[in-house]
């Protein structure tokens, strides 16, 4: 069974920085993208940032491009977001998602990007930015 944990979200302040993390366990971790997306209060699920654990591959979003890193500890199986410069329209709730790369479709970044495809989720790390 998968299972993906999330930590690290916290209040901050507008301009800060924090380190998510997305711990895993339940599948061989090179044969599955990761993903970030947000969500705040009451509004959908949007894609900020994703990796491909075979080649290294990465997208972001347009919006955290510049400000956002995504990275990955295989021996810890954790995958890592570096979020810097947090803007007062970025609080919400973080999520971790994975699929195995042999389920989904690769867009032609090679990294899936959008949330349908995706299959299983974390619970969520809640960030909050103070102006």
């Known amino acids: 069974e998968v299972q993906l944990v999330e930590s690290g979200g916290d209040l901050v302040q507008a301009g800060g920085s924090l380190r998510l993390s997305c711990t895993t366990h339940?599948?061989?971790?090179?044969?599955?993208?990761i993903g970030w997306f947000r969500q705040a209060s009451g509004k959908g699920r949007e894609g900020v940032s994703a990796?491909?654990?075979?080649?290294?591959?990465?997208w972001y979003d347009f919006s955290v491009r510049g400000r956002f890193t995504i990275s990955t500890d295989k021996d810890k199986r954790t995958v890592y977001l570096q979020v810097t410069g947090l803007k007062p329209e970025a609080p919400g709730v973080y999520y971790c998602?994975?699929?195995?790369?042999?389920?989904?479709?690769?867009?032609?970044?090679?990294?899936?990007?959008?949330?349908?495809?995706?299959?299983?989720w974390g619970q969520g790390t809640q960030v909050t930015v103070s102006s």
């Open positions: 998602t994975a699929v195995s790369l042999m389920k989904t479709f690769l867009s032609p970044l090679g990294v899936p990007t959008n949330s349908f495809n995706y299959d299983s």
């Open positions: 339940g599948f061989i971790f090179d044969t599955y993208a």
């Open positions: 990796i491909n654990n075979a080649d290294g591959r990465t």
